[in-house]
C-alpha cells in the first residue's frame, strides 16, 4: 500500500491546502494529513481544532486521514510505513525553504522521498497567515478556507 504524508501546520487549513490534498490522494492509497505540534512555532488554532477543522473539511474523503504528530517528521514517516512526503510550492520562497527541509529529510532517512506539487495558480497567493489576518480585521475569507469552516474561523479570530 502506498502510503504519502502531507505535514504542515494548517493554522488554520485553507483552500490551497485541500486542493493539495485531493490532488495528493489522487496519487496514493492513503493520504496522512499530518498537523504538526510544534512548540516553537505558536499557532492560533490549537492542536485539536486544527485537527478537527481538517476532519471537518475532509469528511467524505475515503483515503483520507488527519492526525498530529510531535517530533521528528522522518521519525513519523517511517513509524507510519509511509513513502512519501508530499508538499505545496506556491512561490520561489516556498522552495528555499522546503528544499532545505527536503534535503534534511533525506539525510535523516535515505528511503523517504519528498515530492512536490505546485499550487493552482488560484491559491498560489493563500497561506494560513493571510487568512488570520483577514478574518482579524473582518475581511471576507469566502472561496479562501472550506464553507464548512468558515464561521468558526471568523468566531475565533475576528473582533465581534
Ligand atoms: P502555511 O504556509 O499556509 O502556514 P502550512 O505550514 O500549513 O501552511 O503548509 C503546509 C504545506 O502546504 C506546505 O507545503 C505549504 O507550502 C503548502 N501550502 C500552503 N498553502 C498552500 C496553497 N495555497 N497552495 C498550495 N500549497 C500550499
Given at each position: 500500500m502506498k502510503i504519502i504524508i502531507y505535514p504542515g501546520?494548517?493554522?488554520?487549513?485553507t483552500n490551497g491546502h485541500i486542493d493539495i490534498i485531493i490532488r495528493a490522494a489522487r496519487l496514493c492509497d492513503k493520504l496522512i494529513v499530518a498537523v504538526a505540534n510544534n512548540e516553537s512555532k505558536k499557532a492560533v488554532f490549537s492542536l485539536e481544532e486544527r485537527v478537527e477543522l481538517l476532519k471537518r473539511s475532509l469528511?467524505?474523503?475515503?483515503?483520507v486521514e488527519v492526525t498530529s504528530f510531535t517530533g521528528l517528521l522522518s521519525e513519523f514517516v517511517k513509524k507510519n510505513k509511509a513513502s512519501a512526503i508530499i508538499k505545496g510550492l506556491r512561490t520561489v520562497s516556498d522552495y528555499e525553504y522546503e528544499l532545505q527541509m527536503a534535503l534534511i529529510n533525506k539525510s535523516l532517512s535515505p528511503e523517504v522521498e519528498t515530492l512536490f506539487l505546485v499550487a493552482d495558480i488560484k491559491y498560489s497567493f493563500l497561506s494560513s497567515s493571510i487568512v488570520r489576518e483577514l478574518a482579524k480585521l473582518g475581511g471576507n475569507i469566502e472561496g479562501l478556507v472550506p464553507d464548512c469552516i468558515k464561521e468558526t474561523v471568523i468566531k475565533k479570530l475576528g473582533n465581534n
Open positions: 501546520s494548517f493554522d488554520p487549513v469528511a467524505g474523503m475515503e483515503n
